[in-house]
């Protein structure tokens, strides 16, 4: 069996992640997040890239260029979350399994935060478990694609 090749994207905003809001997001930063993630991708023997973009065509972009590159795709979507139709039907249109991913509980927040138009199109969404989401998000991902090679 080749090895399962993972992108990790995250959208905007989160690239200031330990200092944004740390009562909501924690302080971690996204770079410390990202070894997290490396560290768990090593152990599961997956290869792992990131990706982040505060723009919402950067993100579509490079979730198409994705196709036929990577196996699957974890996803946090900022705050496009809740309003990017453009980046559901990416999601959607590239065949990519997807698990959305969330730091906070995105359901006890704010009420136009309960709601992802995102999520749909994804295989999981896992939220409010802070660096962990990541984590059980690749695990998750990781454990569909390798039913799925069976």
């Known amino acids: 069996m080749t090895m399962l090749r993972v992108l990790v994207m995250n959208g905007p905003n989160l690239n200031l992640l330990g200092v944004r ?3 909501v997001y ?3 930063t996204l770079e410390a997040i990202e070894a997290r993630i490396a560290e768990k991708a090593a152990v599961l023997d997956v ?4 990706f982040q973009s505060n723009h919402e065509g950067a993100l579509i972009d490079h979730l198409h260029e994705a196709m036929g590159v990577f196996d699957g795709v974890v996803l946090n979507p900022g705050a496009y979350t809740h309003y990017s139709y453009a980046l559901r039907d990416a999601i959607a249109g590239v065949g990519l399994p997807v698990v959305e991913v969330h730091l906070s509980d995105i359901g006890a927040r704010e009420d136009f935060r309960a709601v992802s ?3 749909p ?3 999981a969404q896992i939220s409010g478990l802070g660096v962990d989401s990541y984590l059980e998000g690749l695990e998750v991902l990781v454990a569909r694609l390798r039913e799925e090679d069976r």
Request: charged share 20%.
């Open 26 to 28: 924690g302080t971690t």
């Open 21 to 23: 809001e740390p009562e």
């Open 117 to 119: 138009v995102t999520a």
């Open 47 to 50: 290869d792992v890239s990131f």
């Open 121 to 123: 199109v994804c295989i």
